[in-house]
């Protein structure tokens, strides 16, 4: 049996152990308990029986064999002066380990430090001759080799620090610093859509290594008087790579010029806000905040033999976006049936990054210029609501909410554009506790999305482009939704909760075949249900449902100036695209005896992608066949004991199952133009056996 970092924690826990008191229970009664804190540890062993990469994904728990199992609550109090001392402990003898360590006095200071590891285990197995995985050079073989198996995975280690301090009555200061190391390797690759040496698309295996530092700083003070609230500070970011580019030799010839590759550049932004409230009268209050930030990427270019720079462009990108955002609001209950809301923000996303020629290649006909696009957009909005009281304990609310985002548009472009498009959205509610057992509110939302007259595409010698479709975050757009909620309490120990959930868009075509987005659906429903046997056993039971579908039309085959054949060797085809997700799952506590506590948690998933694509040609000549749906069904079951050998200490078992089953058929036959595989087992299942001993002292 392997065991992977069991117990390598437990000499900080017994100095820990030293400085926060014995592990001597504290006696006294139920009074003595409630005003004094207790401290917690618990240490024991696990095992899983067999190799599972998506239980382990996040946990580290993907191999069989032993972990650790150690947890931490330490906690000291000073009555005299009101000062705490707490220091927790969490999966300290797993890969996603925790340790928070804080220092306070009740009303004057506190500060704290925190550390965290999360990783994050590559889900499907690789097989590969790429040498030089998780560093910036890579070597890929010049003939297919399909090589041994190889863990991608990452880890991110953070390290936060906080303080916190009040200056008087009303004023207090926090400042927020986490410090972020990432390190590890990713699926990625590089290629082309063109055919070379005889595979369709050419891509080849190029893991990115991933070598970066994220910091981020929050410094913020507030206000807190009788009527006024006020919270204003600094919140900036910093990103930092170590490895600007990724330099490849070998591969296949036709690939060879895509070196170096380039790297997520270092990045910067900073932004000041001010935030508040006023109370302007026991009914009335107003809020406000306004924001500034700036962000910037002036990191160097890579550059190489393979890679040179167009004339004129300068030695980095000069990016830089500004971001100002001011909003306001105000509640107020005018009358006791009446309660009135009003929102409006504005927010102004300017890019002012350098429009530049960094592509020399583009032709007369092409749909790009070369030229960098700047991605602007000013998006205002505003809300009003009234709520009123009716007989009968009804209550109805109607609102009107406003949405106009306004972009800027470049002078080529590859899909059809337009400057403005502005969203309506009108709702109403009606809620009404319908007895005393049975609470319910219904609602409607009717929203119309339209905007500016769409931009004709144009390709660089400006003739017309391809003017067909509308993206989907463009197109005009009709909306209903209607919300069921039900609350219901049969009887003392049930409660029952109702959700449902429908939604429809339809959506309105650039032309006569309605190309590009349809219409779409979302159905939600859940069932909860929570019974109270006795004061020593409760249960759960849940169901949940929620169904998401969209058709849309393309044309196989438009010509430059946006002429769809639509014929048998061109047809339109269209796709009914569908994900369903069926859930449901159970729950019980008990305390079979006053040393004897169990639960146990079950859960079954099944989801289903359907893509549902035909060609809207009848007697078309290029019919393939169509998908395959994708199914995955997701099973979990958790169940615990906690036995009380004695007042203050215990033994605590766990037994987890855990399967993953897929026919996802995406990697089944996928292999890269050098030979690497990548595919995943369709049944994972694993029974991760835990036992603990705990213990608590005062």
Not at 279 to 302: I, L, S
Not at 568 to 582: H, I, R, T
Request: aromatic letters at 10%.
């Amino acid at each position: 049996m392997k065991t992977r970092n069991t117990i390598r924690h437990t000499a900080l826990g017994a100095a820990l152990l030293a400085a926060f008191g014995p592990a001597a229970a504290a006696e006294g009664d139920d009074a003595f308990a409630l005003t004094k804190p207790e401290s917690k540890a618990s240490i024991g062993l696990g095992f899983a029986d067999s190799d599972s990469r998506r239980f382990g994904q996040y946990n580290g728990i993907n191999e069989r064999g032993g972990y650790g199992l150690v947890d931490l609550d330490l906690v000291k109090r000073d009555d005299e002066t009101g000062t705490w001392l707490k220091f927790r402990g969490r999966d300290l003898g797993l890969d996603n380990r925790q340790l928070r360590f804080e220092h306070s006095r009740q009303g004057n200071w506190g500060y704290f430090i925190e550390a965290s590891q999360i990783p994050r285990y590559e889900p499907f197995v690789t097989a590969t001759a790429v040498a030089g995985i998780n560093t910036p050079d890579l070597t890929i073989p010049t003939v297919p080799t399909t090589g041994g198996p190889i863990e991608l995975k990452t880890r991110r280690d953070a390290l936060g620090l906080g303080f916190d301090k009040f200056l008087s009555r009303e004023w207090d200061v926090k400042v927020r610093f986490r410090n972020e190391e990432k390190e590890g390797g990713r699926l990625w690759a590089r290629g082309t859509t063109g055919t070379v040496a005889g595979f369709a698309g050419a891509f080849e295996f190029a893991p990115e290594p991933i070598n970066s530092t994220t910091r981020q700083l929050e410094a913020t003070l507030g206000y807190t008087g009788e009527k006024l609230q006020l919270n204003g500070g600094y919140y900036g970011t910093l990103y930092n790579n170590q490895y600007s580019g990724m330099n490849v030799t070998g591969g296949v010839a036709a690939l060879a010029t895509f070196t170096p590759i380039a790297l997520p550049p270092d990045n910067n932004s900073h932004q000041l806000y001010l935030s508040g409230g006023y109370g302007f009268t026991p009914t009335t209050r107003g809020t406000f905040k306004v924001a500034y930030a700036k962000a910037q990427q002036d990191d160097a270019f890579v550059t190489g033999v393979n890679v040179p720079m167009a004339p004129g462009i300068g030695t980095n990108l000069q990016g830089r976006v500004d971001t100002t955002l001011a909003q306001a609001g105000i509640t107020s209950r005018p009358m006791p049936k009446l309660s009135l809301r009003a929102d409006v923000r504005y927010e102004d996303r300017d890019d002012k990054t350098p429009v530049l020629r960094y592509n020399t290649l583009a032709t007369a006909t092409s749909t790009f210029n070369g030229d960098n696009e700047p991605r602007s957009i000013r998006t205002t909005s505003g809300r009003v609501e009234a709520s009123y009281a009716l007989p009968m304990a009804f209550r109805v609310t109607g609102g009107i909410e406003y949405d106009e985002k306004k972009r800027n548009i470049s002078a080529v472009r590859v899909v059809s554009a337009r400057e403005t498009t502005d969203e309506t959205s009108y709702r109403i509610e009606l809620r009404r506790p319908m007895s005393e057992t049975v609470t319910g509110a219904l609602s409607y939302v009717h929203s119309e999305r339209d905007g500016s007259p769409f931009l004709q595409t144009v390709v660089n010698n400006g003739t017309p482009g391809s003017n067909l479709i509308a993206p989907v975050h463009l197109a005009d757009r009709k909306r209903d939704k209607v919300r069921l909620a039900v609350n219901w309490t049969p009887a003392d120990p049930l409660t029952i909760q109702l959700f449902v959930d429908e939604a429809r868009d339809q959506y309105t075509g650039r032309d006569s075949l309605e190309l590009g987005p349809r219409k779409g659906e979302a159905h939600n429903y859940s069932l909860d249900a929570s019974y109270v046997f006795s004061d020593k056993w409760q249960g759960t039971a849940w169901y949940s449902r929620n169904e998401t579908k969209a058709e849309q039309a393309t044309c196989e085959s438009a010509t430059s100036v946006g002429v769809c054949p639509a014929t048998a060797a061109d047809p339109v085809w269209k796709a009914n695209l569908q994900n369903v997700s069926d859930s449901v799952g159970l729950g019980l506590r008990g305390k079979p005896t006053g040393q004897l506590q169990i639960g146990v948690d079950a859960s079954y998933s099944e989801i289903t992608d359907t893509y549902g694509q035909v060609a809207l040609n009848p007697g078309t000549s290029t019919v393939p066949a169509p998908l395959p749906d994708v199914s995955t069904k997701l099973t979990r079951v958790n169940l615990y004991a906690k036995y009380a050998v004695q007042k203050n200490a215990g033994v605590r078992l766990d037994y987890i199952y855990d399967r993953f089953s897929t026919d996802d058929w995406t990697w089944t036959t996928w292999q890269y133009a050098d030979g690497t595989r990548v595919s995943q087992s369709p049944v994972q299942d694993v029974h991760f056996i835990g036992a603990s001993y705990y213990f608590r002292w005062r």
